[in-house]
């Protein structure tokens, strides 16, 4: 994972600067939310790892695929990340130029999991009190999980805040075994 992270991380940054200087940041997302999802695609991964194929051919059917979505920047990252056999990293090169769009926003995806459904005022008061803790505009997203019993736990990037009643017992069992 982290290797794959590590060879993302050049084509998200230029991205990023490029989309930034162009002032093109919601399309540049757009594009490559669109590039990830098509190159997840299965019959794409069998195109893009057909060793007969050359860099342009791939680079070729991937933009076809993709039809006018794709602007002439786009195309030319789409075939310089061809060249350099890293469209199947397009998922994650994506999701490091979310990361980076998301740091020039001041923005963060919150994700909390609950034993029962949250209503719209729990989670306006919810992301507001995140949104002071974090110093960012929250996006929330919530989600239910019955087996947690009760409370909630919250994500949001590498903070994880767990609240719920499985966890405290999960702690409580780990200092009763100690």
Known sequence: MAELTTLARPYAKAAFEHAQAQQQL??????????????????????????????????????????????????????????????????????????????????VDVEVTSAFALNQEQQDKLAKVLSARLSREVRLHATEDASLIGGVVIRAGDLVIDGSVRGKLAKLAEALKS
């Not at 680079?59 to 920047?73: L, P, R, S, T």
Request: hydrophobic share 50%; proline share 2%; net charge negative.
């Open 26 to 107: 919601a399309n540049w997302s757009a594009m490559l939310g669109l590039a990830a999802a098509v190159s997840q695609d299965g019959t794409m991964q069998r195109l893009l790892k057909a060793p007969r194929l050359t860099s342009a051919q791939k680079a070729a059917a991937f933009i076809d695929v993709c039809g006018d979505k794709f602007d002439a920047q786009a195309r030319n990252f789409i075939h310089i990340a061809a060249e350099n056999d890293r469209l199947l990293l397009l998922p994650e090169i994506s999701a490091q130029f979310e990361l980076y769009k998301a740091e020039l926003e001041k923005s």
